[in-house]
Antibody, heavy 123, light 107 residues
Framework: QVQLVQSGAEVKKPGASVMVSCKVS????????IHWVRQAPGQGLEWMGN????????TYAQRFRDRVTMTRDTSTDTVYMDLSSLNSDDTAFYYC????????????????WGQGTLVTVSS | DIQMTQFPSSLAASVGDRVTITCRAS??????LNWYQQKPGKPPTLLIY???TLQTGVPSRFSGSGSGFDFTLTINPLQPEDFATYFC?????????FGGGTKVEIK
C-alpha cells in the first residue's frame, strides 16, 4: 500500500534551519510528484512547492523561494524539505503529499499524505 | 495568486442533514477545484477532484459541483464520521492555494 512516512518532530531556535524527510513506499517513486504543504496549529493549509522525483525539477511558492530547498534521493525513495532562517511564524505541521497523477504532467491535487512533522520554533 | 474564499467558516448540523459548503475563486479556474476532509490530528484526505469527480473509496453521499468561480461540496445525508473540517484547493496554476476551511460540528 502507498505510504509516505515523515521524520519526527523538531524544535528549533529562531534563525536555524530544519530538514524534514519523507520516505515513500508502495509505488514507483519516480512516477508521482511530491508536494510540501504546511499547516500552523489550528490554521489553514499552505502549499510550499513540489519536486519531480524523476528528473528533480522543482517549483517553489514565491513566498518560500529564498528559504526552502527540496531534494530527493532516488536510492532511498526519499524526498527532503529544508527550510532556513526559521522564525516563530514557521511553527507548523509540515506534510509531504503525493500528486495524484502518474505521468509527465501533474494534476496538482494530493491523494496520499504523510503523517505530518511538527516543527516548533522557539527561543 | 488566486484567492480561495470558503464559506461558511463553520456550521452545526445533525446526522441526516444535507450540508452544503461553498468555495469561490478570485479568478476563473475552470473545473480545477479539489476538496479535502481533515479530522483532528490527521492529514487531509482527498474527497473530490476536478470539481465533481469522487476520489476512489469516497462515499457517494459526497458530491461536488461548479465551474469557473463558484463551487460547492454537498454531503447528503450527513453521517457521524463526517464531522470534520473541509478545505477546497485550486489546481489551476501555481501557487496552489487553499480555502480557509469549513468546520462541520454536531448540532
Amino acid at each position: 500500500q502507498v505510504q509516505l512516512v515523515q521524520s519526527g518532530a523538531e524544535v528549533k531556535k529562531p534563525g536555524a534551519s530544519v530538514m524534514v524527510s519523507c520516505k515513500v513506499s508502495g509505488y514507483t517513486f519516480s512516477d508521482h510528484y511530491i508536494h510540501w504543504v504546511r499547516q500552523a496549529p489550528g490554521q489553514g493549509l499552505e502549499w510550499m512547492g513540489n519536486i519531480n522525483p524523476k528528473g528533480g525539477s522543482i517549483t517553489y511558492a514565491q513566498r518560500f523561494r529564498d528559504r526552502v530547498t527540496m531534494t530527493r534521493d532516488t536510492s532511498t525513495d526519499t524526498v527532503y524539505m529544508d527550510l532556513s532562517s526559521l522564525n516563530s511564524d514557521d511553527t507548523a505541521f509540515y506534510y509531504c503529499a503525493r500528486d495524484r497523477h502518474s505521468g509527465i504532467i501533474p494534476t496538482w491535487d494530493f491523494d496520499f499524505w504523510g503523517q505530518g512533522t511538527l516543527v516548533t520554533v522557539s527561543s | 495568486d488566486i484567492q480561495m474564499t470558503q464559506f461558511p467558516s463553520s456550521l452545526a448540523a445533525s446526522v441526516g442533514d444535507r450540508v452544503t459548503i461553498t468555495c469561490r475563486a478570485s479568478q476563473g479556474i475552470d473545473n480545477y477545484l479539489n476538496w479535502y476532509q481533515q479530522k483532528p490530528g490527521k492529514p487531509p484526505t482527498l474527497l473530490i477532484y476536478g470539481a465533481s469527480t469522487l476520489q476512489t473509496g469516497v462515499p457517494s453521499r459526497f458530491s461536488g459541483s461548479g465551474s469557473g468561480f463558484d463551487f460547492t461540496l454537498t454531503i447528503n445525508p450527513l453521517q457521524p464520521e463526517d464531522f470534520a473540517t473541509y478545505f477546497c484547493q485550486h489546481s489551476y496554476t501555481t501557487p496552489l492555494t487553499f480555502g480557509g476551511g469549513t468546520k462541520v460540528e454536531i448540532k
